[in-house]
C-alpha cells in the first residue's frame, strides 16, 4: 500500500512535470495535453497518481477534461503552482535601492514563469573573492536532496563547489556581478567603453572617469588608457581598486568633496570636460556636491555620462546635464530567467555568455 504522504508527494511531482511541459513546449489554450498512456511512460508513475495530478489542474482552472478529447490546455496562467524550484544565491545589501530592485525583479520573473524561487543569502561577513557553499545555508543539503531544479547566482563560488554542482548536474546561470564564475553567465554590460565611446562621439577632450573599481579594476583601467592618453593617475578615480573585506556601502568609502575639490583647482585647460560616472550611488553625492559649488560661485560645469536605473531612478535626469545609459531591471530579469530556463531545458548545451545591454538616452 502506498502511504498517502508519498502519493501526495507523487501527485505534487506529476502537477509539477505536467507544469513544466505546457512551458516548456510554449502550449495555448485548447491544445491537448499527452495521453495518461503516455504520461505513464515518460513520467514512471501510475494512472491513478496521474489522474490526481490532471484533476488538480482541472480545478484549478487549468486544464479541462474532454470525453473522447483526453486533457485540453484551458488556462495558461498557471495560478500560482509550481514547475520547478529554483535556488537564487545572493549577497544581503541594504544599502543598494538598484540591486535590492534587480532582485525583486528576478523573483517576480521566476513567478511569472511557475518557478519556485529558494533564496539563500550569504551568511558569512567578510568578503572574498569566490564563496564556499558553507556560506549559504542549506544550499548544500538542498542540492543533495534534489530539490533544485537549477541555480542562480549573484556571486562566486570556488573549485570545490563547482565540482559539487558538477556531480549533482546542476544547471546553474551566474549573473554579472558573479565575476570570477565561468559557465553560462550574464555578462556585465562595457559600461565605461560605452561611455568612453559617448565622450568621443560627443567632441570631449578630457574626460575624467569616477567608478567604484573592484572587481573590473584592470578592465577599467584598459579601457581608460585605450580612449585617451591622459594620466590616470590625475583623471581615473577608483574608489576600492581591490577587495575590500567589508560588505559596506560605497559611499563610505570615497570622500566626493575631495575628487570635486582636485578636478576644480586645475587650470582650466586642465579640468574634465566630461566626467564619466558609471554608477548612481556615486551620482548621488557627486552631482550634489558640484551644485553646492556652484552655488559659491565656481564655474566649472562639465558634461556627465552617467547611469540611471528605470526602476529606481534616483536623480532626475532634468536637473543633469548629460547623456546616460538606463538599465531595465525587469528587462534584464527576463532575460537572465529566460537563459536559465533554456540551460534547464537542454536547449542551451554550450556554455556562453549574454549580455542584457542599457538604452542610451541623449540630451538634446
Known amino acids: 500500500m502506498v502511504h498517502k504522504k508519498n502519493q501526495g508527494n507523487q501527485t505534487e511531482t506529476v502537477k509539477q512535470a505536467l507544469i513544466c511541459h505546457i512551458r516548456d513546449l510554449d502550449l495555448k489554450p485548447g491544445d491537448r495535453l499527452p495521453s495518461q498512456a503516455e504520461l505513464r511512460q515518460l513520467l514512471g508513475v501510475g494512472g491513478a497518481t496521474i489522474q490526481r495530478a490532471v484533476e488538480a489542474l482541472r480545478d484549478s482552472g487549468i486544464v479541462e477534461i474532454k470525453p473522447h478529447r483526453g486533457v485540453i490546455l484551458r488556462n495558461t496562467a498557471t495560478n500560482g503552482m509550481i514547475g520547478r524550484e529554483i535556488g537564487f544565491v545572493s549577497l544581503w545589501r541594504t544599502f543598494s535601492p538598484s540591486v535590492a530592485s534587480g532582485l525583486q525583479c528576478i523573483q517576480l520573473q521566476l513567478h511569472q514563469n511557475a518557478c519556485q524561487n529558494k533564496l539563500f543569502l550569504r551568511n558569512f561577513p567578510e568578503m572574498t573573492d569566490v564563496d564556499s557553499l558553507s556560506y549559504f545555508d542549506g544550499l548544500k ?8 531544479n537549477g541555480l542562480l547566482t549573484t556571486v562566486s563560488f570556488d573549485d570545490e563547489a563547482w565540482e559539487f554542482f558538477e556531480k549533482h548536474d546542476l544547471p546553474v546561470v551566474s549573473t554579472a556581478s558573479a565575476s570570477k564564475n565561468k559557465g553560462f553567465r550574464i555578462e556585465r554590460f562595457a559600461i565605461e567603453e560605452a561611455a568612453f565611446k559617448q565622450a568621443v562621439k560627443r567632441g570631449f577632450k578630457r574626460p575624467a ?34 577587495i575590500d573585506l567589508k560588505d559596506i556601502s560605497v559611499l563610505e568609502l570615497f570622500n566626493p568633496d575631495q575628487i570635486i575639490d582636485r578636478f576644480a583647482a586645475m587650470p582650466e585647460g586642465e579640468r574634465p570636460d566630461v566626467l564619466i560616472v558609471p554608477d548612481d550611488i556615486l551620482m548621488t553625492s557627486i552631482f550634489p556636491r558640484l551644485q553646492q559649488k556652484w552655488a559659491t560661485g565656481s564655474n566649472w560645469k562639465p558634461f556627465f555620462i552617467y547611469i540611471r536605473h528605470k526602476q529606481v531612478p534616483i536623480l532626475p535626469s532634468e536637473l543633469i546635464n548629460g547623456d546616460y545609459f538606463e538599465f531595465d531591471a525587469m528587462k534584464d530579469a527576463e532575460i537572465t530567467v529566460s537563459f536559465l530556463l ?17 538604452e542610451l538616452f541623449e540630451q538634446q
Open 141 to 148: 543539503r538542498c542540492i543533495e536532496l534534489k530539490q533544485l
Open 209 to 242: 572617469l569616477i567608478s567604484c573599481g573592484y572587481p573590473h579594476t584592470q578592465k577599467i583601467l584598459e579601457t581608460f588608457h585605450k580612449y585617451t592618453s591622459l594620466p590616470a593617475e590625475k583623471y581615473c578615480c577608483l574608489i576600492h581598486p581591490e
Open 342 to 358: 533554456d540551460v534547464i531545458r537542454g536547449k542551451e548545451k554550450a556554455p556562453r555568455s549574454i549580455v542584457a545591454e542599457p
